[in-house]
């Protein structure tokens, strides 16, 4: 029991940083129509912002995270000036090939800048460190990087329904010329939306270093579960992509240890294409 308690507990500290990699992503989705091609690479580039930053300035994890964050949000917010504006209005495909586009300008650079080497922090607050509960051993960067995961995607969810800025962006996102009417700048919703999007993902960005290491092909699983999160939760749903991430990582977890390292990820294509066959629009979707 202890064995399974231990395996389920790694599977859902995964599943919360899973869970604010989708919540941008879902919240972009849900309100500009857009898939996202770029958010693993964003992810990525706030990984390399921690990792310089620790390593240049021996700025920890916990401090550079805010940084990683904002780095993340101007990204967001200049991907959509440059690229994805150009494509509001135009075919969903029109976006897609344009934020992929923008995915691998991003790698690429970082490829060339970087190497594809694998780059760890050398020190920082948390290294090494566990928390002993019982049996159950509990590692401080995962559960550090999972119990902010589940703040920001709490805090993200509570500025939707209780905001002013929530309200105009559920507006838009219901319909953007009824918004437009009513005094709402849609323009500058749709950036800020691409902003804090890229800020979600970059702040679980700036905490993983210090525990994953850092590559220019780090972010490619990442953007991967993300889409299938909000697909499972439902397009649109932050909670409906919060409970299909803390799933996929139970399951991921589960079927990893249980069964195989191999198979892990089929049991997880394969949780999302049972629910699918027989709600399309997810868990949560309407």
């Given at each position: 029991?202890?064995?399974?308690?231990?395996?389920?507990l790694?599977?859902?500290?995964?599943?919360?940083v899973?869970?604010?990699?989708?919540?941008?992503?879902?919240?972009?989705?849900?309100?500009m129509?857009?898939?996202n091609f770029?958010?693993?690479?964003?992810?990525?580039?706030?990984?390399?912002?921690t990792?310089w930053?620790?390593?240049?300035?021996?700025?920890?994890?916990?401090?550079?995270?805010?940084?990683?964050?904002?780095?993340?949000?101007?990204?967001?917010?200049?991907?959509?000036?440059?690229?994805?504006?150009?494509?509001?209005g135009?075919s969903?495909?029109a976006?897609?090939?344009?934020?992929?586009?923008?995915s691998?300008?991003?790698?690429?650079?970082?490829?060339?800048?970087?190497?594809?080497?694998?780059?760890?922090?050398?020190?920082?607050?948390?290294?090494?460190?566990?928390?002993?509960?019982?049996?159950?051993?509990?590692?401080?960067?995962?559960?550090?990087?999972?119990?902010?995961?589940?703040?920001?995607?709490?805090?993200l969810?509570?500025?939707?329904?209780?905001?002013?800025?929530?309200?105009?962006?559920?507006?838009?996102?219901?319909?953007?010329?009824?918004?437009?009417?009513m005094?709402?700048?849609?323009?500058?919703?749709?950036?800020?939306?691409?902003?804090?999007?890229g800020?979600c993902?970059?702040?679980?960005?700036?905490?993983?270093?210090?525990?994953?290491?850092?590559?220019?092909?780090?972010?490619?699983?990442?953007?991967?579960?993300?889409?299938?999160?909000?697909?499972?939760?439902?397009?649109?749903s932050?909670?409906?992509?919060?409970?299909?991430?803390?799933?996929?990582?139970?399951?991921?977890?589960?079927?990893?240890?249980?069964l195989?390292?191999?198979?892990?990820?089929?049991?997880?294509?394969?949780?999302?294409?049972?629910?699918?066959?027989?709600r399309?629009?997810?868990?949560?979707?309407?």
């Amino acid at each position: 029991m202890a064995l399974f308690l231990q395996v389920a507990l790694d599977g859902l500290l995964n599943g919360a940083v899973y869970a604010l990699v989708a919540a941008g992503l879902s919240l972009i989705w849900g309100v500009m129509d857009v898939i996202n091609f770029a958010h693993g690479e964003f992810l990525m580039a706030a990984m390399y912002v921690t990792y310089w930053l620790g390593f240049l300035w021996h700025l920890d994890p916990l401090v550079s995270w805010g940084a990683s964050g904002a780095f993340a949000f101007l990204l967001g917010v200049l991907a959509y000036k440059l690229v994805v504006k150009r494509t509001i209005g135009r075919s969903a495909m029109a976006a897609l090939l344009g934020t992929f586009g923008l995915s691998m300008v991003i790698k690429n650079v970082c490829l060339n800048r970087f190497s594809p080497n694998f780059r760890l922090l050398p020190d920082f607050l948390l290294k090494g460190k566990t928390i002993l509960l019982g049996d159950l051993i509990v590692p401080l960067p995962q559960l550090v990087t999972g119990l902010f995961a589940l703040a920001v995607v709490a805090a993200l969810g509570m500025m939707l329904k209780r905001t002013r800025f929530g309200w105009a962006v559920q507006a838009t996102a219901m319909d953007r010329e009824a918004a437009e009417l009513m005094g709402i700048d849609t323009e500058k919703i749709y950036a800020l939306v691409f902003g804090i999007g890229g800020a979600c993902v970059g702040i679980a960005g700036g905490l993983m270093p210090s525990y994953l290491a850092v590559h220019p092909e780090v972010g490619g699983l990442f953007s991967l579960i993300a889409f299938v999160c909000v697909a499972l939760g439902g397009f649109g749903s932050i909670g409906g992509a919060l409970a299909a991430a803390l799933l996929i990582g139970l399951v991921e977890a589960l079927s990893g240890f249980y069964l195989a390292p191999v198979v892990k990820y089929v049991a997880v294509f394969g949780l999302y294409l049972a629910v699918v066959f027989f709600r399309p629009k997810g868990l949560f979707g309407w």
